[in-house]
T-cell receptor, first 114, second 113 residues
Framework: DAGITQSPRHKVTETGTPVTLRCHQT?????MYWYRQDPGHGLRLIHY???????DKGEVSDGYSVSRSKTEDFLLTLESATSSQTSVYFC?????????????FGSGTQLSVL | QQQVKQSPQSLIVQKGGISIINCAYE??????FPWYQQFPGKGPALLIA?????SEKKEGRFTISFNKSAKQFSLHIMDSQPGDSATYFC????????????FGKGTLLTVNP
């Protein structure tokens, strides 16, 4: 998957606990994204990054924060997980932010919040 | 507000048949329309994309048809194969940046042998 590693691949946690998902890329791409995929909703952008320490909100950012201290790593944190955050989370990368630039996705993290 | 409406939710086609997935949009600012293919347990991957200044784009067995006046576009998979069984997402982008990518809800395609 284009040099993208997401960890963990699966996680089960309890409501109210903090959770951090990691995305690691070996492509040296500037742009990184976090999406969530839910049945009946397609893919929705949570947060994205356009460089080290440069991040911005997507359409479903409430309850999530991100950090990017190195080009290769983009972390997604759920400060206090809720059942509504049970989802499959995908990291994506792109070389530029041009609209015709291909997005490369990781294999996803299945998160269950009980 | 769903900006890209995709149908059907699921589709079953026999091997060798034509698979057709439709998408409609309302935002006339959308100016780039990619399709992504996703296999179980994997992330989506770009399949094919089209700009609104052309009515059709073909890559192998995959064709996008675009109707700007109707604000509709569709994916046609000719000679469908079991290996095409996957979830397909249409998407649309407005403006110059792909972080404004809006996805449809997806279509689960099953091609029976």
């Amino acid at each position: 998957d284009a040099g993208i590693t997401q960890s963990p691949r699966h996680k089960v946690t309890e409501t109210g606990t903090p959770v951090t998902l990691r995305c690691h890329q070996t492509e040296n791409h500037r742009y990184m994204y976090w999406y969530r995929q839910d049945p009946g909703h397609g893919l929705r952008l949570i947060h994205y990054s356009y460089g080290v320490k440069d991040t911005d909100k997507g359409e479903v950012s409430d309850g999530y924060s991100v950090s990017r201290s190195k080009t290769e790593d983009f972390l997604l944190t759920l400060e206090s997980a809720t059942s509504s955050q049970t989802s499959v989370y995908f990291c994506a990368i792109s070389e530029s932010d041009r609209k015709n630039e291909k997005l490369f996705f990781g294999s996803g993290t299945q998160l269950s919040v009980l | 507000q769903q900006q890209v409406k995709q149908s059907p939710q699921s589709l079953i086609v026999q091997k060798g048949g034509i698979s057709i997935i439709n998408c409609a949009y309302e935002n006339t600012a959308f100016d780039y329309f990619p399709w992504y293919q996703q296999f179980p347990g994997k992330g989506p991957a770009l399949l094919i994309a089209i700009r609104p200044d052309v009515s059709e784009k073909k890559e192998g067995r995959f064709t996008i048809s675009f109707n700007k006046s109707a604000k509709q576009f569709s994916l046609h998979i000719m000679d469908s194969q079991p290996g095409d069984s996957a979830t397909y997402f249409c998407a649309a982008i407005s403006g110059g940046s792909n972080y404004k990518l809006t996805f449809g809800k997806g279509t689960l395609l099953t091609v029976n042998p």
